[in-house]
């Protein structure tokens, strides 16, 4: 069974502080996903990374997603209070399908 | 609409009561699965299809859920007997096709409460 681990589980920053959360497996994917998704609403994507060391930049959001296509980060600098939420990373099943291993979920709350 | 659409939004029904869930993909997407999402917790898939056939059923947690797909498009989650550990929000998802990094958009889900 494919496992996603990811942490923290919470986080609560003050607004302009930095923060990373990190997605760790044992097992390989295809390519992995960061959703944010908000009370009452489906998953919002935000990146996708396919290829091992792949770093991609979304204004102040990076992801990267590790050499041997296992883990994931995302970082944000200087979080402001609407970057708060649930974020989920997600790894495609390489089996085929592309269906989605999620993680727990890392809820942040980003205080003024 | 331009997103995935699901309905009802919300669905209260008694333990041992059968329910149907609705989802509308995305117009010319392929690839439609269900996710399920229980308080607090990331998301379990549960079915993928592809047009109107279902390659991977693996996450069904029990022969009471049953979902079918017609005309590629509408889909349709059963849960048969309902039981209180049903309880969670049940998310469908759509994209273009299956193949390797594609996005999958999600919908707001149904979120049912089993008294």
């Known amino acids: 069974t494919q496992l996603l681990e990811q942490s923290p589980q919470f986080l609560s920053i003050q607004e302009g502080e930095n923060l990373t959360v990190y997605c760790n497996s044992s097992?390989?994917?295809?390519?992995l996903q960061w959703y944010r998704q908000e009370p009452g609403e489906g998953p919002v994507l935000l990146v996708t990374v396919v290829t091992g060391g792949e770093v991609k930049k979304l204004k102040r959001l990076t992801f990267q997603f590790g050499d041997a296509r296992k883990d994931s980060s995302l970082h944000i600098t200087a979080a402001q209070p609407g970057d708060t939420g649930l974020y989920l990373c997600?790894?495609?099943?390489?089996?085929?399908?592309?269906?989605?291993?999620f993680g727990a979920g890392t809820r942040l709350a980003v205080h003024p | 609409g331009a997103g995935v659409s699901q309905s009802p939004s919300n669905k209260v029904t008694e333990k041992g009561k059968d329910v149907e869930l609705r989802c509308d993909p995305i117009?010319?997407?392929?690839?439609l699965y269900w996710y399920r999402q229980r308080l607090g917790q990331g998301l379990e898939f549960l079915i993928y299809f592809q047009g109107n056939s279902a390659p991977d059923k693996s996450g069904l947690p029990s022969d009471r859920f049953s979902a079918e797909r017609t005309g590629e498009s509408v889909s349709t989650l059963t849960i048969q007997r309902t039981q209180q550990e049903d309880s969670a929000v049940y998310l469908c998802?759509?994209?273009?096709?299956?193949?390797?990094?594609?996005?999958?958009?999600f919908g707001d889900g149904t979120r049912l409460s089993i008294l």
């Open positions: 997600a790894g495609a099943d390489p089996g085929g399908y592309n269906k989605l291993i």
């Open positions: 998802a759509s994209s273009a096709f299956q193949g390797k990094g594609q996005p999958q958009h």
């Open positions: 097992s390989v994917f295809s390519s």
């Open positions: 117009s010319g997407h392929t690839a």
